[in-house]
């Protein structure tokens, strides 16, 4: 299946800082997603970024799926985008549309005041 | 805008007692979902549930878990005699379509004692 890769696996920046986190993927996929996972757990969608650039406020994301990679960008850092980052792309490439998503490990983003 | 949603929040059980997790995906959602994510590990899928039957599953997804869409609306995961290593969180997540995103739940907490 397709392995997901994820880099930094923690960073602590101070508020108001710019970070990029990067998503490596083992094989060219037709999906790709970024979620956040607040303190309480959640899971929240941020991006569904199977190519290109998408942006949405102070995040934005590209995915360039012919060199299997994804960034996803936050500008002007506020303690409110602490929490985990996961890029999550296809299990497999031969999986049907019922096919779920394999996780990376994350990114722990701490944002200090 | 419309969400997937998980009762109960919390449950606490004791080793080898059956549990139900409830799901109500997204109304006009055609594929769902269950993940789980033990504390401070990645998210894991278990299986994909499409046209009133399970298209994909994972090797977590043993004889002890079964899933079923009993009604129109509800999408229930149900652990025979949990263990101790079934603590984690469990999402439910839907999508409309095959090349769409993943919209999850907030997730429902067990814990077996």
């Known amino acids: 299946g397709i392995q997901v890769e994820q880099s930094p696996p923690d960073l602590i920046l101070q508020e108001g800082a710019n970070s990029t986190l990067r998503c490596n993927f083992s094989?060219?996929?037709?999906?790709l997603q970024w979620f956040h996972q607040n303190p309480w757990g959640q899971l929240i969608n941020l991006f569904y970024i199977p190519s290109g650039t998408k942006q949405n406020g102070r995040l934005s994301a590209t995915t360039v799926a012919t060199e299997r990679y994804s960034l996803l960008y936050i500008s002007s850092s506020q303690t409110t985008d602490s929490g985990v980052y996961f890029c999550?792309?296809?299990?497999?490439?031969?999986?049907?549309?019922?096919?779920?998503?394999?996780f990376g490990k994350g990114t722990h983003l701490i944002i200090q005041p | 805008e419309p969400e997937v949603t998980q009762t109960p929040s919390h449950q606490v059980t004791q080793m080898g007692q059956e549990v139900i997790l409830r799901c109500v995906p997204i109304s006009n959602h055609l594929y769902f979902y269950w993940y789980r994510q033990i504390l401070g590990q990645k998210v894991e899928f278990l299986v994909s549930f499409y046209n009133n039957e399970i298209s994909e599953k994972s090797e977590i997804f043993d004889d002890q878990f079964s899933v079923e869409r009993p009604d129109g609306s509800n999408f229930t995961l149900k652990i025979r005699s949990t263990k101790l290593e079934d603590s984690a969180m469990y999402f439910c997540?839907?999508?409309?379509?095959?090349?769409?995103?993943?919209?999850f739940g907030n997730g429902t907490r067990l814990t077996v004692t």
């Open positions: 999550a792309a296809p299990r497999s490439l031969t999986g049907g549309g019922a096919d779920g998503l394999t």
């Open positions: 997540a839907s999508k409309s379509l095959m090349d769409s995103p993943l919209h």
């Open positions: 094989d060219s996929v037709n999906n």
